[in-house]
């Protein structure tokens, strides 16, 4: 393809953008459409031919053929203010809606993490009661519940429910896994050493995983689902975040060599590329992760920052566990997305083959660690194999080192951490840095 036909698609794509950005649930696959541009393409060609004949003041820029892949090989998505999870066609499981910053949560509902005086008090006020668990692994309570139309603020709430500014309350927010662009070329990745070969075990927050992949023969997964009954969990994100760590074959090695894997199911379909999680079921997750003692927790997912997230992180690593975190795939640009942000979580880049930072990587101060996450072979939920790219795909390398590291150091998380920091190669600035973190973490040339 030579370079003026590249610009022509460029605009071409470019105006799709528009058009899907401006629609409420409009969903643009650029990489499906660029076939069906001939026709058009042909008549641009034609008027720029003839423009071209005319002196411009501005010369026309130069764009290669590799820039414009990295510039539209992301899925172009958006969902409706208002998007019905349904379990059938005639049952709701529930309603999310869009909150400012772009943040979603369930219409009207609330958490809060509360004591008997708490909870006594809630119970007189004019809401509903949805639920109200006590989560033992997490030594904390929490009481689900909405509240009427036009209580829109938790300063509003708090006065409406009598309590002070310390409680521990936030909406039920809705959280993303973070989902790269799969690639269609699959060839092997450089065959890696484990990270370890003794058997750890690790969970990780996701969606469900297709353990009937032939990358999972033989591999010991322990799976259970936190969704709503009746609404199932997609399998793409969990099935490739769990072939990394343990999958197996002919193009994909393990990070882990004997792990057991403990996956908690929480994300729902909200459309072909996006799927969410309430912070509800995360909460649930975390507690049944502490409650099967797993040192090491990947959430490969972020969201806003929550005062019931914090809280239920900071129960869970009380428990002496560590939490890896993606950093997030909004670009350098973005705000702080959470859990990553949080200072107790570990926040890992994506880096790819060159040492390059994805392009889309958040970045900050809370960067942690970098890892390789671009093009990376993996398992997918359709039972093949194929390459993904994310700050998910680079989590689970930390994930997997840090679960090696406890078990070398008697589950001391600071030895773990030191040795871990130790053997990040410095990238970027010299020390920690914004977009490096530490530095990048690969797989060992011999077992840690």
Not at 180 to 207: F, H, L, R, W
Request: hydrophobic share 40%; glycine share 6%.
């Amino acid at each position: 393809m030579n370079m003026k036909k590249v610009r022509v698609k460029y605009i071409i794509v470019a105006s799709l953008c528009i058009f899907s950005a401006t629609s409420s649930a409009n969903i643009v696959k650029v990489d499906q459409v660029l076939g069906q541009l001939n026709p058009i393409e042909q008549r641009i060609e034609q008027t720029i031919e003839r423009a071209q004949r005319l002196p411009l003041p501005v010369p026309v820029p130069q764009i290669s053929i590799d820039e414009l892949k990295a510039q539209i090989s992301e899925p172009i998505s958006s969902l409706p203010n208002v998007l019905n999870i349904n379990i059938n066609s005639q049952n709701t499981a529930f309603v999310e809606v869009e909150l400012e910053n772009g943040f979603r949560a369930i219409e009207r509902q609330w958490l809060l993490m509360a004591n008997n005086q708490q909870l006594n008090t809630l119970k007189q006020q004019n809401v509903t009661i949805v639920s109200v668990k006590n989560y033992n692994a997490l030594n904390m309570s929490l009481v689900r519940f909405n509240v009427p139309q036009g209580v829109n603020s938790k300063n509003e709430l708090l006065k409406v429910l009598n309590l002070d500014e310390s409680a521990i309350l936030d909406r039920n927010h809705i959280y993303q896994a973070q989902t790269g662009e799969p690639t269609a070329e699959v060839t092997p990745n450089n065959s890696i050493t484990p990270y370890c070969t003794q058997s750890v075990k690790i969970g990780m927050i996701d969606s469900a995983i297709n353990t009937k992949h032939s990358a999972f023969e033989g591999t010991n997964i322990t799976t259970q689902s936190f969704l709503p009954k009746g609404l199932s969990s997609p399998n793409l994100h969990g099935t490739a975040i769990a072939g990394l760590i343990t999958g197996k074959g002919a193009k994909l090695s393990p990070l882990l060599g004997s792990a057991k894997l403990y996956s908690a199911e929480v994300f729902y379909r909200q459309s072909e590329y996006a799927q969410g999680a309430t912070l509800f079921a995360i909460v649930e997750a975390l507690n049944w992760l502490v409650s099967n003692k797993i040192p090491v927790i990947n959430m490969s997912l972020t969201g806003p920052n929550n005062a019931v997230l914090e809280a239920s992180i900071t129960a869970a690593i009380k428990q002496n566990v560590l939490i890896v975190a993606a950093a997030g795939n909004q670009g350098p640009a973005s705000q702080p997305l959470y859990p990553g942000a949080y200072k107790s979580v570990i926040a890992v880049s994506a880096i790819d083959s060159k040492n390059q930072i994805y392009r889309w990587s958040n970045k900050g101060d809370y960067i942690d660690f970098a890892a390789f996450g671009v093009n990376v072979v993996t398992s997918q939920g359709n039972g093949k194999f194929g390459r993904e790219s994310g700050t998910s795909m680079a989590a689970p390398h930390v994930s997997a080192a840090l679960s090696c590291l406890l078990l070398k150091h008697g589950n001391n998380k600071t030895k773990a951490l030191n040795e871990l920091t130790s053997l990040a190669k410095d990238l970027g600035e010299q020390g920690k840095d914004t977009t490096f973190g530490y530095g990048a973490i690969y797989p060992p040339k011999s077992a840690l």
